[in-house]
């Protein structure tokens, strides 16, 4: 054994639904082969139930998938804040944010939501959609969040407003930036993923290490699936980075299992290929550039 210190991931990822209203260019949903579901309340208070237990520091209520979609979304922020699990937030695309959905999560207890979209940015992330009545009232959905939560003396959620990176956005950056700040409580410039390698994205040259995210990441998808890192969307049994399904194993057993500590000890030699998605995925420069710049927004791959 080389690696003797496993531990149970601290960012957790539940996955309420991997179902969305959108279809952007840059999403590797359309290559998943996924069946697309909804996550039972029991499921998910399940898993919140085992999760009370471990020490985690941040939750996210989203993977590949509009959380808004799921008509228990609230509910679920409600009780994971209700059973003391600390940072709970989730990534939006905000077109299903009307005036009772913003008082639904501020009320919830929500820490914190992250927006990756407004109206210049979605003409580019789906171009070609029945856009228009979607993205109309997309602004105006966000700074209402903005008034009605500033309005109950409120601090959360905490808006964070983000852009990613890629060709398409390049020339919209200053001017989303410039747009959000003053507004939002944080505005940040994402890069792009390849989603594991699902996307061509330029590869950078560093020395290729252990993933953070097999060591820090752990993720539930609807179905009860789980898996060490939030870009594995593709989930087909063990190859596709399946380390068991919660409805049959607790995730302690999961996570302090035999299967995660082989990837961890396979990518200490050097051989990523013990997951397949690991094997070509550039992302995980990414992850450690993300840590090394801003600790709170490091496991904030907004989809
Ligand atoms: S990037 Fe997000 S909003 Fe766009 S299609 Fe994918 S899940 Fe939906
Ligand atoms: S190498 Fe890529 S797919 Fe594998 S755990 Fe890291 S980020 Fe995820």
Not at 18 to 30: A, G, Q
């Amino acid at each position: 054994m080389i690696f003797p210190f496993l531990r149970f991931p601290t960012m957790f990822y539940i996955e309420p639904t991997n179902d969305c209203n959108l279809s952007c260019i840059m999403c590797p949903r359309k290559t998943s082969r996924k069946a697309v579901g909804y996550m039972s309340f029991d499921l998910f208070r399940d898993v919140v139930d085992q999760l009370k237990k471990q020490k985690i520091i941040q939750l996210s209520l989203h993977l590949i998938g509009e959380p808004l979609l799921h008509p228990q979304i609230a509910e679920m922020v409600r009780h994971a804040k209700g059973k003391g699990l600390p940072y709970v937030r989730f990534a939006t695309n905000a077109t299903l944010l009307n005036d009772d959905v913003c008082v639904d999560l501020i009320e919830s207890g929500l820490d914190s939501l992250t927006i990756s979209m407004d109206t210049s940015t979605a003409t580019y992330y789906c171009p070609g959609t029945k856009g228009e009545e979607l993205f109309a009232g997309l602004d105006k959905n966000i700074r209402q969040l903005m008034t009605l939560r500033n309005r109950r003396g409120r601090k959360t959620p905490e808006v964070h407003m983000q852009i990613i990176h890629m060709t398409q956005t390049q020339g919209l950056i200053d001017e989303f930036v410039k747009k959000w700040q003053g507004i939002a409580d944080r505005v940040t410039v994402q890069p792009q993923l390849s989603w594991a390698g699902h996307i061509k994205v330029p590869r950078k040259g560093r020395r290729r290490l252990v993933c953070i995210n097999h060591l820090t990441q752990g993720v539930v998808q609807w179905d009860g699936d789980v898996s060490c890192c939030c870009l594995h969307i593709d989930s087909q049994g063990d190859s596709g980075g399946i380390l068991g399904n919660v409805m049959h194993t607790s995730l302690e057993a999961i996570f302090l299992g035999t299967r995660r500590r082989e990837i961890i000890e396979a990518q200490l030699r050097g051989h990523y290929e013990a997951v397949p998605s690991c094997k070509e995925c550039p992302d995980w420069n990414d992850f450690m550039d993300l840590i090394q710049k801003d600790k709170k927004t490091s496991t904030g791959v907004a989809v």
